[in-house]
DNA sequence: AGAAAAATGATTGACGTACCTCAATTCCTA
DNA sequence: TAGGAATTGAGGTACGTCAATCATTTTTCT
């Protein structure tokens, strides 16, 4: 009924078991011959180590760590939310999951965070500090594997990054926003920081394609709302007197802010928002927003999982496999 | 180091370790107090089985199987490749996948395939027949927990469908095609077959949105490619010599065909398809193509796998957990 | 040939749970 | 209060693997 057991193995190699587990372990001590026996005898029956009972003998547990900002609203609620859920489905697979709360833009209170960490393995949602990778180095140095979640730490030594390509969400944006458009007009583009790096990303890819390919749209300078809403409705508003708009790419947070301000406009501008949460999914009802970009968090913390097993297990990740798909929410499929 | 064990559940209960089994596994034969005892014991302790043990102790292996149609283009063969990579992975957690190639629309094949079945669960996509559904419904009567992937069979008891919401799908295709499309003109549907329920979801999807918002836009009435190249651009072709042509909706396969039409014509018509395949994927670089949209089959065949794993386990399900988020490609996000 | 080194076999005890048997204790009822 | 039934305890074996130890055999080198 079950699959063929080391017993098996050992059978069809005619050696002993002691010899089998040295060469599946490489405890090192056997000859090229009998290894070579042992190899042909798992490939000939089919051999595949029974993980469960593996990890049962072995003890193992894995312990990973989530270190990411918290937050009651929008995305990290969303984040929060479902690292939750994955947490209590993972215990009785013996995946512990602690959650290590911290704050948006705080590097000292980060770095605490990370300076006394047990896990084997972290997920981590941080400033692009130096401070920051200085400390996740340390982590990686003394053993434990590191993948970045939506925010990457590229001068870290992190085994990868888990979350959409920025860039390409930048300029799935602006190919949309010029599709929609037909005639000319200017664009804002606000930014929740000029200084994080998934945010310029976004930017920086959505200005290319609108140079590219729309030219008779003109872009704005970039502003900074701070993913705070009243910065945002104030800054679109400020826009707006200024000139009109066709078009809004919203890169940050703060949407209900935008969604006041578009709600008050004249002639409501195409805009395209980053992360489907209540509120911008009721923009999309309401039509105040056209187009939300999203990250889903459920697949990223799945993912980051994943991939945190398949590296404290010593498994080959093949390059890119933590890139997210960037999911596209029109008012029809919410 | 390890979470409580039922040792310590015992020892927290104050009864010995068969009360525990016999409450856990509810065998019957323990007093009420007993139970209350130990399951108390259970929340004080925060005892969690380990599954790992569990199903080694138990000898259990997970017996899943795939009927689908075989085919070595387009999104079939991305399934199956998916299904491959999958049953690769899942061995070693003693979960056995076995996959059993249909054709498409051969009734009485798919019936001979479910009759002779042996398995825990079954995912199948299948025609939605009579004699199919009965079959089902019998595997399902006897044991065997059915779900269904990309096509579902709603008369059968299958315990849910996993895959796109296809009446969604082709409301965004609408959505889309009408917010590209400023001026007025005729677009042609095509569907594989006009007998296969999700094509008319999506078609009726497609038609609603397009009364609704887009009246200026005219449709002609839906013709049947059958799936297939030649056919597809036949059918374009002779669509385009009648009239111009602004949108093309392709619902089923054959995208081959429809590029090769689109790439003669004058006029470039906006084209949404469905299914990222080679063939799709190259008509969104070249311009032929203006939007996919996609389910994706890894994710599809993971979700399946989850599904039916809970299922056995006796596990709830939660109601449209199923659902497969519908992708979007467009030239910059493939 | 003899000694050292290398390779191999045999065996054992975990890991946490399931499932079974047999004996001992408590409970209820006539 | 005896008799039977229900409940509880104690203990064992098994699952497949890991990680040891120790004894034995084979190979290698001088």
Redesign the interface.
Known sequence: ???PTIHDVAKAAQVSLATVDRVLNNRGGVSAKAEARVRAAVAQTGY??????A??SR?R?YRFCFVVPSGDTGFVALLHAALERERARL????I?IQIVPTHAFDVAGQVAALRDLDCDALAIMASEAPEVQEEVDRLIASGVKVVTLVADLPQSGRACYIGI?NV??G??A???MG??L?EAGSILMIAGSLSSRDHMERLM?FRA?MMERFSHLSLLSAVEGNDDADTVERLVMAAMEDQPLVGIYAIGAGNRGLVRAVQKAGSKPVTIVHELTLVSRQGLRDGAI?LVLDQ?TSTAVTTAVSMMRDLTEGREIAVGSGRI????Y????I
């Open positions: 009924m079950s699959g595949v180590r029974n993980l469960a009972a990890n049962l003890r547990v215990v009785e697979e013996q512990l390509d390409a969400a300029r799935t602006a190919d949309f599709r929609f037909g890819g394609v056209d889903d798909h960037l999911n596209i029109s008012r029809e499929n």
